[in-house]
């Protein structure tokens, strides 16, 4: 069956760094999705992305982000210079559009800032 | 008032038990609703889709209530790996997925 993948699996990094988190969408997906979830929280939308360009993005989603496509089959965010506040785990989804309302998860990139 | 609400619980139940969730949304204008399962530390799954309705899945059953503005799931004969959190999911009129807090379910032998 076919999955969301996404690398890498735990990233830890100094307040101040740029990260980057890499998704491998569902082949024929053509709709893109970040979340994130706090520990202990419930999971937030951040942000929407089709036909390379973002759909919709949440307050959180602020100029310290982006995400792009940077070619088929990758899907990234990018946090330019990440806050204690950045830790949580980062789930991207994606879905088709065949069933509109269906996002598929992958297994998430947990982000400790330190 | 928050939009999507749930009991956090824990609901912890014995194998072979029935039990229920409930949720409520606050915006009337939501069009899509669904339940996914989060085990610890991992991603959301989708369980099931929510239709006006009513519908079934094995031992699985969501309900919708529009006029209320609250959905329920029913799990029966309850195994140990339903051992989960269950988030409610709402959609208002884009595509993004707007989540309950969860409620905990553990089923212990």
């Known amino acids: 069956e076919p999955e969301v993948t996404q690398t890498p699996s735990h990233q830890v990094t100094q307040m101040g760094q740029e990260v980057i988190l890499r998704c491998v969408p569902i082949?024929?997906?053509?709709?893109f999705y970040w979340y994130r979830q706090i520990l202990g929280q419930k999971v937030e939308f951040l942000v929407s992305?089709?036909?390379?360009?973002?759909?919709?993005k949440s307050e959180i989603f602020d100029d310290q982000f982006s995400v792009e496509r940077p070619d088929g089959s990758n899907f990234t965010l990018k946090i330019r210079s990440t806050k204690l506040e950045d830790s949580a785990m980062y789930f991207c989804?994606?879905?088709?559009?065949?069933?509109?309302?269906?996002?598929?998860f992958g297994p998430g990139t947990r982000l400790t800032v330190t | 008032r928050k939009e999507v609400e749930q009991d956090p619980g824990p609901f912890n139940v014995p194998e072979g038990a029935t039990v229920a969730f409930n949720c409520t949304y606050s915006?009337?204008?939501?069009?899509?609703f669904f339940w996914y399962r989060q085990d610890c530390r991992k991603e959301p799954k989708l369980l099931m889709s929510?239709?006006?309705s009513g519908n079934e899945d094995g031992r699985f059953t969501a309900q919708l209530n529009r006029a209320s503005q609250y959905i329920s799931l029913l799990i029966r004969d309850s195994k140990l790996s339903d051992s989960a959190t269950y988030l409610c999911?709402?959609?208002?009129?884009?595509?993004?997925?707007?989540f309950g807090t969860g409620t905990r379910l553990q089923v212990f032998p």
């Open positions: 989804a994606s879905r088709g559009q065949l069933k509109p309302y269906e996002q598929y």
């Open positions: 082949s024929n997906h053509l709709y």
């Open positions: 992305f089709y036909n390379n360009e973002i759909s919709e």
């Open positions: 915006n009337s204008a939501s069009q899509s």
């Open positions: 929510v239709y006006s």
């Open positions: 999911v709402v959609i208002y009129n884009t595509d993004k997925l707007i």
